[in-house]
């Protein structure tokens, strides 16, 4: 359970990093399900493209330590809200 640990953190974050994306950009958000859905997708592709850049903890990442939560914190949060952005300014284009 402990080696799935950083990516759980990852995909929940995302959830939150989508959420909070879709409340400051309110013309791109996607409703609450839509923003929780692409953000648990971009955090856990933001959080393993991070980690394999090395900036981030990957899901691989042994180390449960504090500098590890946060990071899988911050690139599962991060990946969200960018492709939950990136995903609106999609729907907005198609819809003109």
Do not use: F, H, R, W
Not at 8 to 36: D, E, H
Not at 67 to 73: M, N, R, T
């Amino acid at each position: 359970m402990e080696a799935y640990l950083p990516l759980i953190i990852q995909l929940v974050s995302g959830a939150l990093g989508g959420n909070l994306a879709g409340k400051l950009l309110k013309n791109m958000s996607l409703g609450t399900l839509g923003n929780s859905i692409v953000g648990i997708l971009g955090g856990g592709l933001g959080g393993q493209l991070l980690g394999m850049l090395g900036i981030g903890a990957g899901a691989d990442a042994g180390a449960m330590d504090m500098a590890g939560i946060i990071g899988s914190v911050a690139s599962g949060g991060v990946g969200g809200g960018v492709l939950m952005a990136i995903i609106g300014m999609i729907k907005n284009a198609m819809a003109k």
